[in-house]
Every structure is written in structure tokens, then in C-alpha cells.
């Protein structure tokens, strides 16, 4: 089945760190740039930060500049966040999102996982 | 950062009944603007890409159209999976904003 697997949420105090892991499967994540959208319970999307098919480029929305880091695992077909220095407004389910094309800026996110939720809470 | 202005943020309507959205951008964004469909439980959905292409597998109830700064999706002969959250986004620049959303009742 092409799917995209999140993992690593969690509870975790403000301050604190946690890592986001997305396994693609059924397909090569070679090919695409990925990102990382969040929903907050109750409210909108936001775009958090999206990755070039060879890493080459990264890029951030300026709330999570310096807390957040993008990666990419090609020979695994997996995705990565790194989130630290974590804020309660970080609460959310996070979405790990394939593009249709290469670069780190997306054109469109055809293929999205079922999200996996952060709670910054202390 | 460009603002996207959806609208209505939510919609009432009746099986069979024709519905529009629509997205107001605080810039041009010439037609990088796509439209998502999410469902409670379920992964989100690229309806249309660039404005006005419908993605593979979506019905052809669904389109969109617009360029520049006003965009709008429209359904036809509304159905019973249509019950949902519409999103627009924009993917002119950085960071790469969505509209607050439009929820459908049926």
C-alpha cells in the first residue's frame, strides 16, 4: 500500500525535545521534496518546514526557525523533524506531506499521513 | 508572509445543491494555489493543484478556477462524502500559507 507513517508524538514539558519520524512505503521518496504541515486541534493548517529530494534545501516558517530541523533519510525512505526548545503553541498534529515535485518549495502535497500529535504540556 | 483569506469559514447545504468557496490573497499569486479536502479520521486530500487542475480520482464535481489574487472551488451536485473541511494554500512564496478553512455540512 503507498501510505506515509508518522511517529514520535507525544507529551512532553515545554523546553523539552521530540523527534518525528514519517516512513514512506509503496513508493520512493527519492524523487519529491517532503514537508511538515501542523494542525492545531480546532483550528487551521499551517506549513512548518519542507526539504528539497537531495537535501540541498531546507526552509522554515520563522516560529519554529532555530528549534526545528528538516531531514531526510533517502536510503531508509524517511522523513525526519527534530523539534527542541519545544512551546506550548507547538501543540498540534503533524502531518508529514509528500509534493509533487523535487524542490523544497512545493507545488502541490498529493500524498499526506494521518498525522501524528504533539501535546506541550507541562 | 501573504495572507489568504477563505471564506465562508463554515457552509450549510443541501444534497444536490451547488457550493463555492472562495480564497482572497493579499498578493498576486498568478495560479499557485491549491485546494485540500480533510475528513475527521482520515489523511488530507489534494483536490486541485494550480488553481484549476483536478488531481486524478477526484469526481468531476469538483473545480476550481481563479488566478491572480481571487480564487474559488466550487462543488456541484453536492453529495454525501462531500461533508468535510476545505482548505485553500498558496505555494507562491515562503512560508506557504493556508486559508482558516471552510467546513461543509450536509
Known amino acids: 500500500e503507498v501510505q506515509l507513517v508518522e511517529s514520535g508524538g507525544g507529551l512532553v514539558q515545554p523546553g523539552g525535545s521530540l523527534r518525528l519520524s514519517c516512513a514512506a512505503s509503496g513508493f520512493s521518496l527519492n524523487d519529491y521534496g517532503m514537508h511538515w504541515v501542523r494542525q492545531v486541534p480546532g483550528k487551521g493548517l499551517e506549513w512548518v518546514s519542507g526539504i528539497s529530494w537531495n537535501s540541498g534545501s531546507l526552509d522554515y516558517v520563522d516560529s519554529v526557525k532555530g528549534r526545528f530541523t528538516i531531514s531526510r533519510d533517502n536510503a531508509n525512505n524517511s522523513l525526519n523533524l527534530h523539534m527542541n526548545s519545544l512551546r506550548e503553541d507547538d501543540t498540534a498534529v503533524y502531518y508529514c506531506?509528500?509534493?509533487?515535485?523535487?524542490?523544497?518549495?512545493?507545488?502541490?502535497?498529493?500524498?499526506w499521513g494521518q498525522g501524528t500529535r504533539v501535546t506541550v504540556s507541562s | 508572509d501573504i495572507r489568504v483569506t477563505q471564506s465562508p469559514s463554515s457552509l450549510s447545504a443541501s444534497l444536490g445543491d451547488r457550493v463555492t468557496i472562495t480564497c482572497r490573497a493579499s498578493q498576486r499569486l498568478s495560479n499557485c494555489l491549491n485546494w485540500y479536502q480533510l475528513k475527521p479520521g482520515k489523511a488530507p486530500t489534494l483536490l486541485i493543484s494550480a488553481a484549476s487542475s483536478l488531481q486524478s480520482g477526484v469526481p468531476s464535481r469538483f473545480s476550481g478556477s481563479g488566478s491572480g489574487t481571487d480564487f474559488t472551488l466550487t462543488i456541484t451536485n453536492l453529495q454525501p462524502e462531500d461533508l468535510a473541511a476545505y482548505y485553500c494554500q498558496q505555494t507562491y512564496s515562503s512560508p506557504y500559507t493556508f486559508g482558516q478553512g471552510t467546513k461543509l455540512e450536509i
Open positions: 506531506v509528500k509534493d509533487i515535485q523535487r524542490s523544497h518549495a512545493p507545488y502541490a502535497f498529493d500524498m
